[in-house]
């Protein structure tokens, strides 16, 4: 009898520390992953080339964004919807301290805002299952999906014309139309830790509201 509950009680153990280590695990992949993101969605240094080689615009995305925020409250300089996947979130001036892929959809310091002609607004977000993955469902979009910016009382609608991956290999490559006004949204691949995917939309009209 004793030795019966002497196994019971050493089952029991091994049970409880094997749902330890299992649940232990999750959080660690949870974080390292999240960090990989963080790494590799990292985009408070951009360098543009000024240089065109085949349309190709290239972007620094080495450097790690700090996670702190300024709690002052500031309101959002625009907003982005695209009603296919029901995103629709504001995001900070790029200037701003709260204009960080931890917290935010982030806009480029490269970036230009809507009303600039053959411009280029360049949003980046995290993808995958966490609280700030606003950028989650991209892959579900297709060419001629619209996307649409809310900017100084217009709304400015954008149409996809090319999906594409790219390495991450501390560069971004924006493929797009130099003569067009365009919107690139810059996500991580989904299911894949090895590439990042561009988005480039181009705008087909714009509107009073």
């Not at 695990?25 to 990292?42: A, K, P, Q, T, W």
């Not at 080689?53 to 290239?58: S, Y």
């Not at 029901?86 to 009303?115: A, C, M, Q």
């Not at 280029?120 to 649409?148: Q, T």
Request: proline share 1%; charged share 25%.
């Amino acid at each position: 009898m004793r030795n019966n509950l002497k196994l019971t009680i050493s089952i029991g153990i091994i049970f409880v520390f094997m749902g330890i280590a299992f649940l232990s695990y999750n959080f660690i992949s949870e974080r390292r992953d999240l960090v990989f993101s963080n790494f590799n969605l990292g985009l408070s240094e951009e360098v543009i080339s000024s240089d065109f080689l085949d349309n190709e615009l290239k972007v620094n995305t080495t450097d790690a964004v700090s996670s702190e925020v300024d709690e002052d409250y500031e309101y959002y300089i625009a907003k982005l919807e695209i009603p296919k996947i029901n995103l629709v979130r504001g995001f900070y001036d790029k200037d701003s301290s709260l204009n960080n892929v931890n917290w935010n959809i982030k806009v480029l310091k490269e970036s230009t805002y809507p009303d600039v002609d053959k411009g280029n607004l360049i949003l980046a977000g995290h993808s995958g299952n966490y609280s700030n993955s606003y950028f989650a469902n991209l892959y579900k979009l297709d060419i001629d999906d619209e996307a649409y910016i809310y900017y100084q009382n217009k709304k400015y609608v954008y149409k996809i014309v090319d999906i594409y991956n790219d390495d991450k290999d501390g560069n971004v490559k924006i493929k797009r139309n130099p003569n067009k006004t365009v919107l690139t949204l810059i996500t991580c691949t989904k299911d894949d830790e090895e590439h990042q995917t561009i988005y480039i939309l181009e705008l087909v009209d714009n509107l009073d509201i």
